[in-house]
């Protein structure tokens, strides 16, 4: 259903750009002359020069809103999982071409006031080709990277103010991303998938953000995950920009093996959906600010979250 989506939006979009090339058209003005901040969920390619930083501070408010069975049955889900987060992406361009990004998270639970540091995501970019005007000639970003195990995750008062999973993690992505005309208005398109997977196995003891309970004692192995997505800005004028993220995520439980209270799902195979519309309001070329929010709409032993947030991008030479 995913692909369908995405191919049937990948279509519709070509062919806006086929009807909007006409003769008087300056494609290569528009797109230059137009400020982006960038979609709320899609990855960033590499920065775009070397010496540039890019940083990126974002604010959510991630609200549990039910979660859907095995069999996509939506089920109203125990209170007190809410949190709020804030991260922020710090890029820099070693070359034209060659990026490396850390994102610093900070996570607060917003039943107990627990507050503490999230796991860090590390990262090195590499774009293959820059690629055109027209939306079958994308640039390629290529991502490695791992998220370090900086969070707490056992030995809690509450599942809930786990914000880590004790792992390191490790990352691949590919992203392509078009740039184009569409009715007179300039465009961009963000096409992506990323994999991770664990590179250890971690020892839990007690409430964990795994869902284990007081008196557990154990290991877990975190399962690996995979994200497909599309995006797509539509500028209305160069300062303002409508965004839309559609995102399909597919995960695996994790492993537990222990003696103790298992609450968490485990070695199962999990999916979820989501959307998320944002409109961007662009400053100038190296300052922009984005507001939505991010609603699942269906899955398979998924949580159900409404993630209402902004994010602040700036480049600084």
Known sequence: ?????????????????????????????????????????????????????????????????????????????????????????????????????????????????????????????YRWFSGGTEVWLPSLTTTIGATLPVGKFDNLRNSSDGFGGGATMAMQQILLQSVFVTWGHANRLRLWGTVSEPLNSVALHGVSSYGTAQGFAGTAVPGSSAELGIADEFAIDQRWVLALDVVQDFAKGPHLRGTGIVGGVSDVAMSGFSVAPAIEFNVSQSLGIIAGAQFTTCGHNWSSTIIPQFAVNMFFN
């Not at 209170?79 to 071409?97: H, K, M, P």
Request: a negative charge; hydrophobic letters at 45%; glycine letters at 10%.
């Open 1 to 125: 259903m995913f692909f369908a989506r995405s191919i049937g939006i990948a279509v519709l979009l070509a062919c806006s750009q086929q009807v909007a090339a006409q003769p008087e058209a300056d494609d290569a003005a528009v797109l230059h002359a137009q400020w982006w901040t960038g979609p709320l969920v899609a990855p960033s390619p590499a920065v775009f020069a070397k010496g540039v930083l890019g940083m990126e501070p974002y604010f959510l408010d991630k609200r549990g809103a039910g979660a859907f069975d095995n069999d996509g049955a939506l089920h109203s889900s125990p209170a007190g999982g809410d949190q709020a987060r804030s991260f922020t992406s710090l890029q820099y361009g070693v070359t034209q071409d060659f990026s490396v990004q850390v994102i610093p998270s900070f996570a607060r639970s917003l039943s107990d006031g627990a507050t503490g540091l999230a796991d860090l995501p590390v990262r090195i970019k």
